[in-house]
Protein backbone atom coordinates (compact mmCIF):
# COMPACT_ATOMS: atom_id res chain seq x y z
CA UNK A 1 0.00 0.00 0.00
CA UNK A 2 1.30 3.77 -0.96
CA UNK A 3 1.23 6.14 1.48
CA UNK A 4 -2.30 8.59 0.03
CA UNK A 5 -0.18 12.07 0.91
CA UNK A 6 3.48 11.15 0.14
CA UNK A 7 3.02 8.33 -2.32
CA UNK A 8 5.85 6.63 -0.58
CA UNK A 9 5.89 2.73 -0.06
CA UNK A 10 6.94 2.32 3.81
CA UNK A 11 4.23 0.63 6.08
CA UNK A 12 1.25 2.75 5.69
CA UNK A 13 -1.29 2.33 8.23
CA UNK A 14 -5.26 2.57 7.09
CA UNK A 15 -7.04 5.67 8.10
CA UNK A 16 -10.80 6.00 7.36
CA UNK A 17 -9.90 4.09 4.67
CA UNK A 18 -6.94 5.31 3.43
CA UNK A 19 -3.56 4.25 3.76
CA UNK A 20 -1.40 6.87 5.10
CA UNK A 21 2.10 6.72 6.66
CA UNK A 22 3.61 6.66 10.20
CA UNK A 23 5.96 9.90 8.74
CA UNK A 24 2.78 11.60 7.09
CA UNK A 25 0.68 11.13 10.42
CA UNK A 26 3.24 12.54 12.24
CA UNK A 27 3.23 15.41 10.46
CA UNK A 28 -0.15 15.84 10.45
CA UNK A 29 -0.30 15.77 14.36
CA UNK A 30 2.49 17.88 14.92
CA UNK A 31 1.31 20.55 12.56
CA UNK A 32 -0.17 23.26 14.74
CA UNK A 33 -3.22 25.97 13.15
CA UNK A 34 -0.26 28.54 12.63
CA UNK A 35 2.18 26.70 10.20
CA UNK A 36 2.05 27.46 6.81
CA UNK A 37 1.44 24.20 6.20
CA UNK A 38 -1.51 23.66 8.14
CA UNK A 39 -3.88 24.88 4.88
CA UNK A 40 -2.07 21.60 2.70
CA UNK A 41 -2.77 19.00 5.31
CA UNK A 42 -6.63 20.45 6.54
CA UNK A 43 -6.63 20.22 2.19
CA UNK A 44 -5.07 16.59 2.58
CA UNK A 45 -7.70 15.50 5.49
CA UNK A 46 -10.76 16.88 3.57
CA UNK A 47 -9.80 15.05 0.30
CA UNK A 48 -9.55 11.38 2.54
CA UNK A 49 -12.85 12.24 4.17
CA UNK A 50 -14.10 12.76 1.08
CA UNK A 51 -13.33 9.47 -0.15
CA UNK A 52 -14.51 7.87 3.11
CA UNK A 53 -17.66 9.13 2.17
CA UNK A 54 -17.56 8.89 -1.06
CA UNK A 55 -16.72 4.73 -0.71
CA UNK A 56 -19.83 4.76 1.99
CA UNK A 57 -22.21 5.95 -0.31
CA UNK A 58 -21.01 3.29 -2.81
CA UNK A 59 -21.42 0.48 -0.17
CA UNK A 60 -24.81 2.11 1.01
CA UNK A 61 -26.42 3.84 -2.05
CA UNK A 62 -29.19 6.20 -1.10
CA UNK A 63 -31.15 5.42 -4.68
ZN1 LIG B 1 3.36 9.44 3.75
Do not use: F, H
Not at 8 to 32: F, H, M, P, Y
Amino acid sequence: MYCKICGGDKAALNILGQSICKECIEEILETSPWDESYDYYKNIMRIILGYYISEKQLLNPVN
